[in-house]
């Protein structure tokens, strides 16, 4: 069965940083996947973060003007989010996804609160 297990999550100040991770068990390969980090803030609709196709080409959402990377290693099955400047808006339940054709798995989802 495949899981994917995010991690990395917490509580920060604004402007700080966080890095999340998201670990895809065996079972797909991975390298050839489409995955992307997505949030959730309460009362608000699941949006784009940032995803990364198979062949490397990266899409942000409009919030993040630079101040996100997505990463992946495909050789530990896993991809990253680097957040820098983060402010309290970014508070939200952030979901990793892997996406392939008509299969997609999801992560159970990490908190991250920006709050002084």
């Known amino acids: 069965q495949v899981q994917l297990v995010e991690s990395g999550g917490g509580l920060v100040q604004p402007g700080g940083s966080l890095k999340l991770s998201c670990a895809v068990t065996a079972g797909i390969i991975f390298s050839v996947y489409h995955v992307s980090w997505y949030r959730q803030a309460p009362g608000k609709q699941r949006e784009l973060v940032a995803g990364m196709f198979s062949d490397g080409t990266i899409e942000y959402g409009d919030f993040v003007k630079g101040r996100f990377a997505i990463s992946r290693d495909n050789v530990k099955n896993t991809v990253y989010l680097q957040m820098n400047n983060l402010k309290s808006e970014d508070t939200a339940d952030y979901y990793c996804?892997?996406?392939?054709?008509?299969?997609?798995?999801w992560g159970q989802g990490t908190q991250v609160t920006v709050s002084s």
């Open positions: 996804n892997a996406q392939r054709f008509s299969l997609t798995y």
